[in-house]
């Protein structure tokens, strides 16, 4: 049997001897929580090397000696924790530690060790210690199960916590549930009220306990610019009754997702706003379809732009000309039903007819796709295939390097042919678009 306490370090000596593997992956632990780490090692790993550097953990670049623990020239140390090659090393540290009444965890020998390390994660503002008698793959995956329901909202983990307040901008990412951060799920879990966008995971509400309100945003009735209104009102109101909102939106909320406005209506009125970065379509709709945004050798540049207006619409105020003139990606947003009037504005502009242009549609969903086309061909092969939103359109060479590479998705029966172009490019990507053929899927 162990006695499993929870060690507050903040401010107190941890010696940590050997800079391998192991170290490398306690170091950090130790350090966030507080400890101020003494290492001794001839070598380190270049991530612990780093860590020395920046002054964040002191390095004594030597083996251990007698004495180390217990004379206090490093440090009044309350833990020690050794990690080297040489079981001898190991056992003399050990018994330094013991000699001295000082717990040392010894990662050779668990027998030989006063002190174990728990499998330890945190969810939902809980922090879990699992020991499973010395067994610690099953110790990692009981945490895993609880650190993840607590995540999911499985493991009510509201129970008993302050609850919280405000309103929450959770970016979900392009739409598959395993895209949202652990931070925007671990929000989700404590909300008591979630507005929620169209384009926003909203396969996770289902996992919601069914006394949170969810409001769905696209269902708000009036004009677009009411809706935005409306949406403020609705996420201050609840939150001035003492609920915790969380606005759940598709990507980043950021990245042409009008989160600056709701977090200023939010602030505006009082309300503490946290936001939650999340993984924006803009890049990992390209990735999801096997498109690197930049790649080198071919593209050093990313540029993202809106197209909700036409480039030749007087709102628009994207420089098309720029864009044309640049050699690398273009990354076009809410641009598909308008593919024809941004193609021809480039190309009017000077950029290659045959540039190369992918457009995935429903990106990491099970009814994702890829079409794949040049500037001059893509407006009739997107018709003709039935492109519809929500879709990415993507510019330029790395297109092309991705299906070299042969991880442009459904591509595997041309790798090594010429760029794609006209009607066989529809029928070629439409038949592709079975991502999981080849069993290359980027998820
Ligand atoms: C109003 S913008 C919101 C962008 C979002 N804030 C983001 O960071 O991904 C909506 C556009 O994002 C793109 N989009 C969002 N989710 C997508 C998905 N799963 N597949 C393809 N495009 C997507 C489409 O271009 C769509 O028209």
Known sequence: MTYLLGLRLDGRDVLVVGGGRVAQRRVPVLLDAGARVTLISPEVTATLEDLAAAGRLSWERRGYRPGDVRDGDLGDFWLVHVATDDPGVNAAVAEEADSVRVWCVRADDRHASSAWTPASGSAAGVTVGVIADGDPRRAAGLRDAVTEGLAEGTLDARRGREPLRGVALVGGGPGDPGLITVRGRQLLSQADVVVVDRLAPTSLLDQLPGDVEIVDAAKIPYGRSTTQEEINRVLVDRAKQGRFVVRLKGGDSFLFGRG???????????????????????????????????????????????????????????????????????????????????????????????????????????????????LETVEGIAAEGGVRPPAIVVIGEVVNAARELDILHGGPDHAGSPPLSGESAARSADDRSDTGRKGNRVL
């Open 260 to 374: 600056a406005e709701e977090a200023a209506a939010c602030v505006r009125e009082g309300v503490p706003v946290t936001v939650v970065p999340g993984v924006t379509s803009a890049l990992a709709g390209p990735a999801a379809a096997g498109i690197p945004a930049t790649h080198r050798g071919v593209a050093q540049d990313v540029h993202i732009v809106s197209a909700h207006v036409a480039p030749d619409d007087e709102r628009s105020t994207v420089d098309w000309g720029a864009l044309a003139r640049v050699n690398g990606t273009v990354v076009v947003l809410m641009g598909v039903e308008r593919i024809g009037a941004i193609a021809a504005a480039l190309i009017g502009h000077g950029r290659a007819p045959d540039t190369p242009v992918a457009i995935v549609q429903d990106a990491t969903l099970p009814t994702q796709r890829t079409v794949v086309a040049t």
